[in-house]
Each structure stands twice: as structure tokens, then as C-alpha cells.
């Protein structure tokens, strides 16, 4: 596994100064790399945030690497050139494992609060594992999961509360899940006999498109817009 230098050599920033693992404790590093990542907001620095982030971060709920992290701040500031931020009401504490950097931040009429964790990388160098805020957490708190979406979305509509009608004490209907393979979720809803399952109706996510039965089965803008929010993309 290549060292944190290493990764942030290649990612194309340079390593923050004075981050050494060896030379500060975590909730130094947590002061230090707030204060960095808030200035290189504020500068639109993009390769100064490059330098900052570990190789994987948990960003906004959602588990992403440092090039996507980059690509969704680059997209944002290009899309608000005047934007700045001030960070009021800082706390920092430790953690289990690194220590978190919580505060106000404002960059219109009304504060947000967010937060950043660093840890150690490698033994190397502290970086941001993780950024949020509140609204992003409170929407985690309640996710649902990719597979109860989809069925939650197919239980609502008409074809499939139909075939329920149809189920016996011998033949009751419900669902299969198969095996994710990576970012592929599917699924069928069909009546469980006591020697076979027979299937109904597939479910699939799949490149950012929900289907049921291959698409002919129509699932109204909401219902794509639930399954969408709650699978990866």
C-alpha cells in the first residue's frame, strides 16, 4: 500500500506543512486542517483541498474518493465565484479514532453546522477522512436502504398490490433478493410455493436507472426519485 506522501504526491497537491503524525497530537491536526480547508475554500484553492483529503472520505453520507470529493468542490465553487465562508462556534474533540473539528459555517443568511474528522494516514500525515453537516446527517439518520426502497416503491404500485390478490395460504406473495454485485441491486416479487419461488415481477437498479420487468412495468417520477435518493449511484 502506498504511503499518505506518496498518495498526495500523486493526487497532485502538496502535503500540508506541520501534519506530520509524528509531530502534533489529533486534536491539533483537527484545528490545523479546519483552518486549512477553510482558507483554501475561501482562495478557491482547489489543489491546496486536494492536498487535504484522505484517499477515501466519507462525504455528505456517501463514500467517496478524493478525485470525486475534488470534482464535486471544483464544480461547486466554479458555480458560486464569489463564494466565502466564516467558521464561528469551534469545538474540537477527540474521537476513537483521530478527533473532529465541529462548527458554524456561514456563507449565506443562515448558519450550518458542520464538521470535518482527521485522522492519521499511514503514519504519515493527518488528513480530512470525513466532512458533514447537519441537514446531511439528519437525512443519513433516516435512509433507507437501497433493496426496501425498490420494494417499498413496487408494493405501491397497482400491477403489483393486483397480483397480491392473488396469493393462497399455499402460494404466499412476497420478495427474493439476489446477490448485489457491486453497485447493481435487484430483486423479485413473485409467490413462495413450498418447492419453488415463482417470480412476478424483477426489480433492478442499475446504472443510476430503476426498472421493474425490464421497464414495461411504469413507476411514476416519485417513486424513481425515492429509489434513486436511497441506492449508490
Same mark, same amino acid.
Given at each position: ?91 474540537? =474533540?477527540?474521537? /476513537?479514532?483521530? *478527533?473532529?473539528?465541529?462548527? $458554524? ?6 448558519? #450550518?453546522?458542520? !464538521? %470535518? ?9 493527518y ?6 453537516? =447537519?441537514?446531511? /446527517?439528519?437525512? *443519513?439518520?433516516?435512509?433507507? $436502504? ?6 417499498? #416503491?413496487?408494493? !405501491? %404500485? ?54 421493474i420487468?425490464?421497464?414495461?412495468v ?10 434513486k ?5
Amino acid at each position: 500500500m502506498p504511503s499518505a506522501v506518496a498518495a498526495a504526491s500523486a493526487a497532485g497537491g502538496a502535503l500540508p506543512a506541520g501534519l506530520a503524525c509524528d509531530k502534533i497530537n489529533d486534536l491539533e491536526a483537527a484545528r490545523r486542517l479546519m483552518n486549512a480547508w477553510n482558507a483554501a475554500l475561501n482562495a478557491h484553492d482547489v489543489a491546496r483541498l486536494e492536498s487535504l483529503y484522505a484517499p477515501r472520505v466519507s462525504f455528505y453520507g456517501r463514500d467517496f474518493s478524493r478525485d470525486q470529493v475534488i470534482a464535486a468542490k471544483r464544480k461547486a465553487l466554479a458555480a458560486s465565484p464569489a463564494f466565502k465562508q466564516r467558521l464561528s462556534d469551534i469545538q474540537i =474533540a477527540a474521537g /476513537d479514532s483521530g *478527533a473532529s473539528a465541529t462548527f $458554524d459555517k456561514v456563507s449565506g443568511a443562515k448558519p #450550518v453546522r458542520g !464538521s %470535518l474528522v482527521v485522522a492519521c494516514a499511514d503514519g504519515a500525515v493527518y488528513t480530512i477522512t470525513a466532512e458533514s453537516d =447537519a441537514p446531511s /446527517d439528519a437525512l *443519513a439518520q433516516n435512509h433507507e $436502504d437501497c433493496e426496501a426502497a425498490m420494494h417499498a #416503491v413496487a408494493f !405501491s %404500485l397497482p400491477e403489483v398490490t393486483k397480483a397480491m390478490t392473488y396469493a393462497t395460504d399455499e402460494a404466499p406473495f412476497g420478495g427474493l433478493s439476489y446477490p448485489t454485485e457491486g453497485k447493481h441491486y435487484s430483486a423479485a416479487l413473485g409467490y413462495h410455493h413450498e418447492d419453488h419461488f415463482e417470480a412476478a415481477f424483477f426489480l433492478d437498479w442499475a446504472h443510476g436507472v430503476f426498472t421493474i420487468n425490464q421497464g414495461d412495468v411504469k413507476v411514476p417520477p416519485a417513486g424513481i426519485a425515492r429509489v434513486k435518493a436511497a441506492c449508490p449511484k
